[in-house]
């Protein structure tokens, strides 16, 4: 079983998501959802993997956080 830095999802409400991007992105993002299946026995479509992940790329970008509470300290 692969050890993804993504965990199983919670349940949500579906969000629906179109975007246009590489076919080699495409082909990342279907492996990725496979390996996903095979980790937590649930096949999950990529746009409903893609909101997660943003949201774990952004949360584990620490110079992201820091400057962002930069800016938002900047705005009050």
């Known amino acids: 079983m692969a050890d993804l830095k ?3 999802l919670p349940d949500r409400t579906p ?4 975007i246009t991007i590489t076919p080699d992105l495409q082909a990342a993002l279907n ?3 496979a390996l996903y299946a ?15 992940m ?3 790329f952004l949360e584990s970008d620490r110079n992201f ?3 962002r509470e930069e800016m938002r300290k900047g705005r009050t």
């Open 65 to 67: 956080a820091k400057a």
């Open 54 to 56: 943003l949201a774990t």
């Open 15 to 18: 969000v629906k998501l179109a």
């Open 38 to 52: 095979q980790a937590y026995g649930r096949e999950e479509p990529v746009t409903e993997l893609i909101p997660a």
């Open 6 to 8: 993504l965990g199983k």
């Open 31 to 33: 492996d990725y959802a």
